[in-house]
Each structure stands twice: as structure tokens, then as C-alpha cells.
Nanobody
Framework: QVQLVESGGGLVQAGGSLRLSCAAS????????MRWYRQAPGNERELVAT???????NYADSVKGRFTISRDITKNTAYLQMNSLKPEDTAVYYC???????????????WGQGTQVTVSS
């Protein structure tokens, strides 16, 4: 019914930048809050950034001042601009969104498949 597809990951040197995208498609009635999570090997998945439909944002302390979350409601897409990347930012990054779907408007949390970000020192 709904797909979230992340893109933009890759290999970058420390201090570099990447921009991740998360595009939602399917029988979408409305997208609420969108989030980026990350999971490094051996670690639990952690919340990195959140953006509400009203564009209110929140960030993990570890990325404040370096990462910026944004969204384009008309494109059903969220973005994560990552600057001043550090080796400890290496992880698989996942998009998550609260989406209500046709025909009943029930809201469910959806996940993307993840995109790998690797930061070399």
C-alpha cells in the first residue's frame, strides 16, 4: 500500500556532507510526522531527527548543529542534510513516517529499507 524509499547514502570522508532523501508513495491520504533513525553494527536503532507536519524539528544531541531535517509535503519527501560528518555517524539510516491511507484513513507507521552511510577517518 505504502512504500518509503531512502536514497543518498554512500561513502564520504570525515568532514564531508551527504543528503539523504525519503520518498513516500502509494495510497497516501496524509503524512504526519517523519523521522530519521540510524543503526550502527552492534547498536540499537536510535532516533536522529524528527519533523512534524507543521515543520517543527527535533534532533539527537549527537547531531545538533550538523544535521538538518526538512520535508516537501507536495512531494511526500523528507530530507536529511548531514554536514561535518564523523566516523561515528557511520550507520544504516532509516526513514519512518506516520501515514494515513485510503480508503479508511487509518494511520500506521511505515519504515524504509535503509541506506548505508559510511564515514571514513
Amino acid at each position: 500500500q505504502v512504500q518509503l524509499v531512502e536514497s543518498g547514502g554512500g561513502l564520504v570522508q570525515a568532514g564531508g556532507s551527504l543528503r539523504l532523501s525519503c520518498a513516500a508513495s502509494g495510497r497516501i491520504l496524509r503524512i504526519g510526522t517523519m523521522r530519521w533513525y540510524r543503526q550502527a553494527p552492534g547498536n540499537e536503532r536510535e532516533l536522529v531527527a524528527t519533523i512534524t507536519r507543521a515543520d517543527n524539528t527535533n534532533y539527537a544531541d549527537s547531531v545538533k548543529g550538523r544535521f538538518t531535517i526538512s520535508r516537501d509535503i507536495t512531494k511526500n519527501t523528507a530530507y536529511l542534510q548531514m554536514n561535518s560528518l564523523k566516523p561515528e555517524d557511520t550507520a544504516v539510516y532509516y526513514c519512518n513516517a506516520d501515514i494515513s491511507t485510503y480508503p479508511l484513513g487509518v494511520t500506521t507507521g511505515y519504515w524504509g529499507q535503509g541506506t548505508q552511510v559510511t564515514v571514513s577517518s
